[in-house]
């Protein structure tokens, strides 16, 4: 088990950016994969993006391609999620996981973190 902390989160105006921050606590950090999902009130727990061991390899999903940026610092442990061009509806909870192997599947993902809250206002 990883344990993950993120930072970062805060209320934004339309069209802002914000930079989400994710430490974690092992030592194994640069084997795991790290994904980014979010979660909106009444709504399933969304995938957002995740990043390879190495920072390689990175996948997105649709609705943030292009504005968002997922990064990580294998020397500092952490992984970023860059966000800009933010939209009301990404208003929502968002929280990193570490997993062995790359997914976009939150169920493949053993470890997470307690959540930072993104709140977009127009």
Same mark, same amino acid.
């Given at each position: 088990?990883?344990?993950?902390?993120?930072?970062?989160?805060?209320?934004?105006?339309?069209?802002?950016?914000?930079?989400?921050?994710?430490?974690?606590?092992?030592?194994?950090?640069?084997?795991?994969?790290?994904?980014?999902?979010?979660?909106?009130?009444?709504?399933?727990?969304?995938?957002?993006?995740?990043?390879?061991?190495?920072?390689?390899?990175?996948?997105?999903?649709?609705? $943030?391609?292009?504005?968002?940026?997922?990064?990580?610092?294998?020397?500092?442990?952490?992984?970023?999620?860059?966000?800009?061009?933010?939209?009301?509806?990404?208003?929502?909870?968002?929280?990193?996981?570490?997993?062995?192997?790359?997914?976009?599947?939150?169920?493949?993902?053993?470890?997470?973190?307690?959540?930072?809250?993104?709140? $977009?206002?127009?």
């Amino acid at each position: 088990q990883v344990q993950l902390v993120e930072s970062g989160g805060g209320l934004v105006q339309a069209g802002g950016s914000l930079r989400l921050s994710c430490a974690a606590s092992t030592r194994a950090f640069s084997t795991y994969a790290m994904g980014w999902f979010r979660q909106a009130p009444g709504k399933e727990r969304e995938f957002v993006a995740v990043i390879n061991w190495s920072g390689g390899s990175t996948v997105y999903a649709d609705f $943030v391609k292009g504005r968002f940026t997922i990064s990580r610092d294998n020397t500092k442990n952490t992984v970023y999620l860059q966000m800009n061009s933010l939209k009301l509806e990404d208003t929502a909870v968002y929280y990193c996981a570490a997993n062995p192997v790359l997914s976009r599947s939150p169920g493949a993902f053993g470890s997470w973190g307690q959540g930072t809250q993104v709140t $977009v206002s127009s």
